[in-house]
């Protein structure tokens, strides 16, 4: 799915990413821990093709594209999500329209025809329900004066209808509450399948409690220091970053 | 413009036999000399087959456009006019002038077209194509002229209005905006070609909106465009004008002027979408569209709306305005304009409380790329009569770029202590950060602007009549296009 070989990366001449391999498989959930400051984010935007950032030396393959030559919405379509951990605020665009919009973006990138409005309607709906996310609130302007909580369902009802092949979730935990967290964790399991790849990027183990990833990697100033199963999520919430990060 | 013109002859002619165009045969033999003066108007007069009373009305506004100063501009950067160096009646060109096939339509124009969604039927003739085919509104037209007949609305030509309805015309043409108002209104009072005349009598609500047959006829306008609506007692209109499609138009200067008149209990709604050819990357080319539009609220209770979408021209001076004679009477001005690569626009409007109780509205979108500069200019004056008169203005501004401007410009003028004004203001830049938000969520980076701007615009856009309003978002996505990265 995701092959990430030797990357480096810098932002107006600074060095953030310094080295970094990951090898993300069909039907696996990865989770990405590291302090502040680490890379976690900058490796989020990279793969998604954020501009501003320079890749100075390194690969990434995407299901057999060079990703890194693709552009932000050509990614998009080929299924590549991420859950923005601050998602942007759009005034005067209605929420279910905005959905509408990337669904048939992405329905034409694939030569489909639009989704016909009733099917788009229950679909919306259906996913809607299962995250606890009020109609009322899809006639709202995107994301604008929700809650930090009601901002982090709305990405993932978008992922959701989406349904993308690579989903990568930046903090989406910071801001929620226990009942959110769980709902918006729920969320994601639904979507695991064996064709689909999560990269879970998070401060905290919390958030794995709900979604157990298959894999453990701990980035440390720019590459990833250890890598393990779910148990070095449990060692690293005992011995905190600077620890496991002396002893990789 | 002038390729059209006969084709839209053509068209009502089949909508309604008895209209004769004097010339229409002999079309290529009319030339009349380039140059301003008498003679010429009295030709324009006589190709129309004017009564006296119409001519004297052109000649007295003759003499007091030769009177008055020239217009000085604030903000626009507009080249000296050559008064001289114009026709002042638009020749169509003759058949073997024109362009054979949309092959020889500049590929631009076509793929707006083809974005729009215009049928290749309207395609050639919106480019000046000649074409024989009758067109569906055709039909569509004469259902409607027959409808509304019977409930004694007139919709007609403004030259058919002054051989058919003269004591309408001559009662309230230049009752709004006075010959002597400034000097476009009184070069178009002179020369004025051709433009739209609505009456709707006492008591009679229109029972569809006004235009949709339209978007052909509201091409017939030429250069100077002579509209005049009148709604009588407890009637209501909404009137769309303009056209989405971008028209090939040998036009520099168009000063249209444009009055509206509403009696006791009336509403006028009149929508705009303009988007003539705003010349080219560089700047050459270009309408300039200098409008005068203005409507009176005279009686009671009466209301008068404008919504405008403006993305095209060169140049664009147009302040719709809202005289508001009688008591309880009601103003209000929904725009959106939409400045991109060298464009000017200084748009806004004039609310004038006269009446007591009087409100009025202002909500106007600015959204400026490229290098181009978009103004809002506005007025509210509230004389000492209007008690208890209200205004609520509200200007947004949209930045695409670090090249371009927009300023806003608000007089307030209040003449007695129990009115109530407000004016809210606020600039933005277009957010990077959002862009990239819904690239990616798929969407490509035109379609991500356009998505952007028109929840900007969605406060204004919403008041258009529903068709027009979808086309008006697709046409804002498109004069942003390579506005971006």
Same mark, same amino acid.
């Given at each position: 799915?995701?092959?990430?070989?030797?990357?480096?990366?810098?932002?107006?001449?600074?060095?953030?990413?310094?080295?970094?391999?990951?090898?993300?498989?069909?039907?696996?959930?990865?989770?990405?821990?590291?302090?502040?400051?680490?890379?976690?984010?900058?490796?989020?935007?990279?793969?998604?093709?954020?501009?501003?950032?320079?890749?100075?030396?390194?690969?990434?393959?995407?299901?057999?594209?060079?990703?890194?030559?693709?552009?932000?919405?050509?990614?998009?379509?080929?299924?590549?999500?991420?859950?923005?951990?601050?998602?942007?605020?759009?005034?005067?665009?209605?929420?279910?329209?905005?959905?509408?919009?990337?669904?048939?973006?992405?329905?034409?990138?694939?030569?489909?025809?639009?989704?016909?409005?009733?099917?788009?309607?229950?679909?919306?709906?259906?996913?809607?329900?299962?995250?606890?996310?009020?109609?009322?609130?899809?006639?709202?302007?995107?994301?604008v004066n929700y809650s930090g909580g009601e901002k982090k369902k709305q990405e993932i009802l978008q992922m959701?209808?989406?349904?993308?092949?690579?989903?990568?979730?930046?903090?989406?935990?910071?801001?929620?509450?226990?009942?959110?967290?769980?709902?918006?964790?729920?969320?994601?399991?639904?979507?695991?399948?064996?064709?689909?790849?999560?990269?879970?990027?998070?401060?905290?183990?919390?958030?794995?409690?709900?979604?157990?990833?298959?894999?453990?990697?701990?980035?440390?100033?720019?590459?990833?220091?250890?890598?393990?199963?779910?148990?070095?999520?449990?060692?690293?919430?005992?011995?905190?970053?600077?620890?496991?990060?002396?002893?990789? | !413009?002038?390729?059209?013109?006969?084709?839209?002859?053509?068209?009502?002619?089949?909508?309604?036999?008895?209209?004769?165009? $004097?010339?229409?045969?002999?079309?290529?033999?009319?030339?009349?000399?380039?140059?301003?003066?008498?003679?010429?108007?009295?030709?324009?007069?006589?190709?129309?087959?004017?009564?006296?009373?119409?001519?004297?009305?052109r000649l007295n506004a003759f003499k007091v456009f030769n009177k008055l100063p020239k217009p000085q501009w604030?903000?626009?950067?507009?080249?000296?006019?050559?008064?001289?160096?114009?026709?002042?009646?638009?020749?169509?060109?003759?058949?073997?002038?024109?362009?054979?096939?949309?092959?020889?339509?500049?590929?631009?124009? &076509?793929?707006?077209?083809?974005?729009?969604?215009?049928?290749?039927?309207?395609?050639? =003739?919106?480019?000046?194509?000649?074409?024989?085919?009758?067109?569906?509104?055709?039909?569509?037209?004469?259902?409607?002229?027959?409808?509304?007949?019977? &409930?004694?609305?007139?919709?007609?030509?403004?030259?058919?209005?002054?051989?058919?309805?003269?004591?309408?015309?001559?009662?309230? &043409?230049?009752?709004?905006?006075?010959?002597?108002?400034?000097?476009?209104?009184?070069?178009?009072?002179?020369?004025? @070609?051709?433009?739209?005349?609505?009456?709707?009598?006492?008591?009679?609500?229109?029972?569809?909106?006004?235009?949709?047959?339209?978007?052909?006829?509201? =091409?017939?306008? $030429?250069?100077?465009?002579? @509209?005049?609506?009148?709604?009588?007692?407890?009637?209501?209109?909404?009137?769309?004008? $303009?056209?989405?499609?971008?028209?090939?138009?040998?036009?520099?200067?168009?000063?249209?002027?444009?009055?509206?008149?509403?009696?006791?209990?009336?509403?006028?709604?009149?929508?705009?979408?303009?988007?003539?050819?705003?010349?080219?990357?560089?700047?050459?080319?270009?309408?300039?569209?200098?409008?005068?539009?203005?409507?009176?609220?005279?009686?009671?209770?009466?209301?008068?709306?404008?919504?405008?979408?403006? @993305?095209?021209?060169?140049?664009?001076?147009?302040?719709?305005?809202?005289?508001?004679?009688?008591?309880?009477?009601?103003?209000?001005?929904?725009?959106?304009?939409?400045?991109?690569? !060298?464009?000017?626009?200084?748009?806004?409007?004039? =609310?004038?409380?006269?009446?007591?109780?009087?409100?009025?509205?202002?909500?106007?979108?600015?959204?400026?790329?490229?290098?181009?500069?978009?103004?809002?200019?506005?007025?509210v004056n509230i004389l000492s009569k209007a008690k208890n008169a209200r205004n609520f203005t509200q200007c947004?501004?949209?930045?695409?770029?670090?090249?371009?401007?927009?300023?806003?410009?608000?007089?307030?003028?209040?003449?007695?202590?129990?009115?109530?004004?407000?004016?809210?203001? @606020?600039?933005?830049?277009?957010?990077?950060?959002?862009?990239?938000?819904?690239?990616?969520?798929?969407?490509?980076?035109?379609?991500?602007?356009?998505?952007?701007?028109?929840?900007?615009?969605?406060?204004?856009?919403?008041?258009?009549? =529903?068709?027009?309003?979808?086309?008006?978002?697709?046409?804002?996505?498109?004069? &942003?296009?390579?506005?971006? $990265?």
């Amino acid at each position: 799915m995701l092959e990430i070989k030797n990357l480096h990366v810098s932002i107006e001449e600074k060095k953030i990413i310094k080295g970094l391999d990951l090898s993300i498989n069909k039907g696996e959930v990865h989770a990405l821990m590291g302090p502040n400051g680490s890379g976690k984010s900058t490796l989020s935007y990279v793969l998604s093709g954020k501009d501003k950032y320079e890749i100075n030396d390194g690969t990434i393959d995407y299901n057999g594209k060079n990703l890194l030559e693709l552009d932000v919405d050509e990614r998009a379509n080929e299924g590549l999500f991420l859950a923005f951990q601050y998602p942007m605020e759009i005034p005067g665009v209605q929420t279910s329209f905005f959905l509408k919009t990337a669904i048939n973006s992405k329905r034409k990138y694939l030569g489909q025809s639009e989704m016909d409005a009733l099917e788009f309607a229950k679909l919306m709906k259906s996913k809607a329900e299962e995250l606890n996310i009020s109609t009322e609130m899809l006639k709202r302007d995107l994301n604008v004066n929700y809650s930090g909580g009601e901002k982090k369902k709305q990405e993932i009802l978008q992922m959701s209808m989406l349904s993308p092949k690579m989903a990568i979730l930046d903090e989406t935990d910071s801001g929620l509450d226990i009942d959110a967290l769980r709902i918006v964790s729920e969320g994601v399991n639904k979507l695991r399948n064996s064709d689909n790849s999560f990269l879970v990027i998070t401060h905290y183990q919390r958030l794995l409690n709900y979604i157990k990833p298959d894999f453990v990697h701990i980035i440390a100033d720019g590459k990833i220091v250890k890598s393990g199963d779910y148990s070095l999520a449990l060692e690293l919430e005992e011995k905190g970053y600077e620890e496991i990060s002396q002893t990789a | !413009m002038a390729a059209t013109e006969q084709t839209i002859k053509q068209v009502n002619t089949l909508g309604n036999s008895d209209y004769k165009y $004097g010339f229409s045969t002999d079309v290529d033999e009319i030339r009349p000399p380039k140059g301003l003066n008498e003679e010429i108007i009295k030709f324009i007069s006589a190709q129309k087959d004017e009564p006296e009373w119409m001519l004297e009305w052109r000649l007295n506004a003759f003499k007091v456009f030769n009177k008055l100063p020239k217009p000085q501009w604030a903000k626009l950067n507009i080249p000296e006019i050559d008064y001289q160096d114009c026709y002042y009646y638009s020749i169509p060109k003759s058949l073997k002038d024109k362009p054979k096939s949309l092959d020889e339509i500049d590929p631009e124009i &076509l793929k707006t077209y083809e974005k729009l969604g215009i049928p290749l039927k309207e395609q050639k =003739m919106l480019s000046g194509i000649a074409v024989d085919a009758v067109f569906d509104s055709v039909s569509v037209a004469t259902t409607y002229k027959k409808q509304l007949s019977d &409930l004694g609305i007139v919709f007609c030509s403004i030259s058919e209005a002054v051989k058919t309805h003269p004591e309408l015309v001559k009662k309230y &043409l230049g009752s709004v905006i006075p010959v002597s108002d400034h000097s476009f209104a009184a070069l178009n009072s002179a020369v004025f @070609t051709d433009g739209s005349f609505i009456y709707i009598p006492e008591g009679v609500k229109c029972p569809v909106e006004l235009s949709t047959y339209f978007r052909i006829n509201a =091409m017939n306008t $030429g250069q100077f465009e002579r @509209t005049l609506i009148i709604a009588d007692k407890d009637s209501y209109v909404s009137y769309l004008e $303009g056209c989405t499609a971008p028209m090939r138009d040998e036009n520099q200067l168009h000063a249209a002027n444009v009055e509206l008149v509403a009696l006791d209990n009336a509403e006028i709604k009149y929508s705009t979408v303009q988007n003539w050819y705003p010349g080219d990357k560089e700047g050459k080319g270009g309408i300039y569209n200098f409008v005068t539009k203005r409507g009176a609220c005279r009686g009671k209770n009466s209301k008068i709306s404008w919504t405008q979408v403006e @993305t095209g021209s060169a140049i664009t001076w147009k302040y719709p305005s809202c005289i508001l004679q009688g008591d309880n009477s009601k103003g209000e001005f929904y725009s959106v304009a939409i400045t991109n690569n !060298m464009q000017q626009a200084d748009t806004g409007t004039k =609310m004038i409380h006269i009446g007591k109780n009087t409100s009025s509205k202002i909500i106007s979108k600015g959204i400026s790329a490229g290098k181009a500069n978009n103004t809002y200019r506005g007025l509210v004056n509230i004389l000492s009569k209007a008690k208890n008169a209200r205004n609520f203005t509200q200007c947004d501004s949209l930045l695409i770029g670090n090249q371009c401007g927009a300023h806003t410009v608000p007089y307030i003028e209040s003449s007695n202590s129990d009115s109530m004004v407000e004016h809210e203001a @606020t600039t933005s830049k277009i957010n990077e950060d959002q862009l990239f938000y819904c690239q990616q969520r798929g969407l490509n980076s035109e379609d991500a602007v356009g998505l952007i701007v028109n929840g900007f615009c969605k406060e204004v856009l919403q008041h258009l009549p =529903m068709e027009f309003a979808v086309e008006a978002q697709k046409l804002v996505a498109i004069s &942003l296009e390579g506005s971006v $990265g």
